[in-house]
């Protein structure tokens, strides 16, 4: 059992574990275990970024999707999701709001639609871009091909978000249609970094079959890409989808990696993510005890965020809300932590 602490320390002074070293610890959480991993990862998140946290505001601004992702409530084949896009307009009315709310990044999220051409989206972005100077975008919208990557670098965009969902090929083919390919995801995240966009990847923690060696190779999968951002949170079934009596991910196993996440990457900037916050009250003070950074409320019109529903019971009132950001922030200072207004690069 000492083995479990001599891994964490492991991977605290080298930052680095093989798959077999990766299963056994993962296999070995306990209570003792998480309160060492977790005062490591606060240690060195600290070092590098000191107690601040930082905040995005999200911007979902379409609910449509070409893909069919098994575990997702927007998926195409939802007949019953109700399905809304924003207008440039309305995206720009909720950052203007956000940008009176103090948010200096803004994450602009959707399905995979086509509505969303480059040429559209290199004028929002540049009309962004000189509305709120020195503010930073994150762009969220799947899968797309280079060129048009490299088009959304130019019109402005810094950085962009795309989970694998799994590194593994076998896993993949459970959770995706035969069109969606794991191959074309890497493909994706690899021509995000050469391009020179700050890249966030990431996985589901219990997605259906997952095992933890799929976990381990998530892992890896993470060392090898190097991304500027990992998000992290359970799976949580939607009821209109193939996977809605399947169990939720657990929210102590979604923090021990967020724990040891924060030791393999330690620059990572590090969500506590909606879903977290969704399964567990307080899980976004529980994930920035583990060693994350970064929340991202919710900017979008209150009108649809309803139907942006990738789970079941996804939050967006309350503090998960962007308007609530006075209680998000005395939440944080609660538990030691202080709520920058910065775009919070990647240091
Ligand atoms: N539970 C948890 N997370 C989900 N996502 C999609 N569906 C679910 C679900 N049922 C996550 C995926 C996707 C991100 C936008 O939301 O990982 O990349």
């Not at 992290?232 to 040891?260: A, K, W």
Request: charged share 30%; net charge neutral; hydrophobic share 35%.
């Amino acid at each position: 059992m000492r083995d479990r602490y001599e891994l964490i320390d492991k991977l605290h002074k080298t930052h680095a574990l093989s798959k077999e070293e990766w299963i056994r610890v993962l296999e070995n959480q306990s209570e003792e275990v998480c309160r060492y991993l977790f005062e490591k990862a606060r240690t060195v998140r600290d070092a590098i970024y000191g107690k601040d946290i930082y905040i995005r505001g999200l911007i979902e601004i379409s609910s449509y999707c070409k893909n069919d992702c098994y575990y997702c409530g927007i998926r195409r084949s939802n007949q019953k999701a109700e399905r809304y896009r924003l207008t440039p307009e309305e995206i720009l009315q909720c950052a203007d709001e956000g940008w009176r709310l103090g948010f200096r990044t803004f994450v602009l999220q959707g399905g995979e639609d086509g509505y969303y051409t480059d040429a559209l989206l290199c004028d929002l972005l540049k009309e962004i871009k000189k509305r709120y100077p020195g503010c930073a975008v994150t762009l969220s919208l799947g899968e797309r091909g280079e060129e048009s990557f490299r088009r959304l670098f130019e019109a402005g965009a810094d950085r962009y978000l795309l989970r694998h969902e799994t590194a593994n090929d076998a896993h993949y083919a459970k959770l995706h249609p035969d069109y969606q390919q794991l191959k074309t995801r890497k493909e994706c995240l690899f021509a995000l970094k050469r391009i020179g966009y700050q890249v966030g990847s990431g996985f589901m923690v219990g997605s259906p079959f997952q095992t933890t060696e799929n976990l381990a190779e998530d892992l890896l999968f993470l060392k090898e890409l190097d991304p500027q951002m990992v998000g992290i949170g359970p799976f949580i079934p939607h009821h209109d989808t193939p996977f809605g009596s399947y169990p939720s991910g657990s929210v102590s196993l979604t923090i021990f990696l967020l724990g040891l996440i924060r030791l393999m990457l330690p620059h990572v900037l590090l969500p506590a993510t909606t879903a977290l916050g969704t399964l567990d009250p307080q899980g976004r003070e529980k994930g920035v005890l583990a060693g994350a950074n970064v929340v991202m409320p919710n900017l979008s019109p209150v009108m649809v965020r309803k139907k942006y529903s990738l789970y079941d019971n996804k939050l967006c009132t309350g503090d998960e809300a962007a308007e609530s950001l006075a209680s998000l922030k005395e939440r944080m200072k609660k538990i030691g932590y202080t709520v920058a207004e910065s775009r919070g690069d990647y240091r």
